[in-house]
């Protein structure tokens, strides 16, 4: 494997990077769906008319993501910024663990549970301090605020960007996720042919998408961190 500095990288991530850490799941066994409807808690319906009971479920996630660090996977991957030009983490999750980890280019398919949007516009999003939102707090449009997170049934407006940045890559890491959820799985269409893919889970995913991939079946804090190590170890050969 041929690597530069120059090499585009880009790391796809989902709910297995951010269980590391201790951030409940939704879709595992014991998951967040198995004590909750998503039509009750997950929905721009619920929104209208179980409003508390929305904010309730995502101030109880807001407090329980404070209490929690970036592993040793998101910091393997914030890592990788320090060797190449061009690293971008495109995820799944709502918590902002890259973040804080030290990853600086980050595109969030499904919202961020650090913000709250607008009710009128998607687009028009403040920070939230603390964990705690009021049911009655309204954006500086007049518009009630709601948690900054792509309901189940909305569209997913970061998915285009998401896709021309896959586009790009040279290598493409997936880190923790089924490939089960649509349409971000989808993403793996848009690798490009020669470019070089590597999966990083402990479970069985679908592998069906992608012809050029290696899978390294291991929890992404252990795998990641090992991956990384290999490809910095690349670099160095071709330097």
């Not at 590391?20 to 066994?29: C, E, Y």
């Not at 948690?147 to 040279?170: N, S």
Request: hydrophobic letters at 40%; a negative charge.
């Amino acid at each position: 494997m041929k690597l530069t500095a120059q090499s585009r990288i880009v790391v796809f991530t989902g709910a297995g990077v951010s269980a590391d850490s201790g951030i409940s799941t939704f879709r595992d066994s014991d998951g967040l769906w198995c004590n909750h409807r998503i039509e009750e808690v997950c929905t721009a319906e619920a929104m209208v008319y179980n409003r508390k009971g929305v904010i309730d479920f995502y101030n109880e996630r807001r407090r329980e993501l404070l209490t929690k660090e970036p592993n040793p996977a998101h910091l393997a991957i914030a890592k990788l910024e320090q060797y190449f030009d061009q690293v971008q983490v495109i995820t799944q999750n709502v918590d902002d663990l890259h973040e804080r980890a030290g990853s600086t280019h980050i595109t969030h398919l499904h919202g961020e549970l650090r913000k709250l949007r607008s009710s009128r516009d998607e687009s028009a999003t403040v920070p939230i301090e603390g964990w705690r939102q009021d049911y009655d707090t309204r954006h500086p449009d007049g518009s009630l605020l709601r948690p900054f997170i792509v309901f189940f049934g909305e569209g997913v407006p970061m998915l285009e960007q998401a896709i021309r940045i896959t586009e790009q890559a040279d290598i493409f890491i997936v880190v923790g996720t089924s490939l089960k959820v649509y349409p971000a799985a989808s993403l793996l269409q848009y690798v490009r042919p020669e470019a070089q893919v590597f999966l990083v889970d402990p479970g069985n995913p679908d592998l069906s998408a992608s012809r050029n991939i290696v899978f390294i079946k291991k929890r992404a804090a252990i795998g990641v961190p090992e991956l990384v190590d290999q490809l910095l170890d690349a670099l160095k050969t071709t330097d």
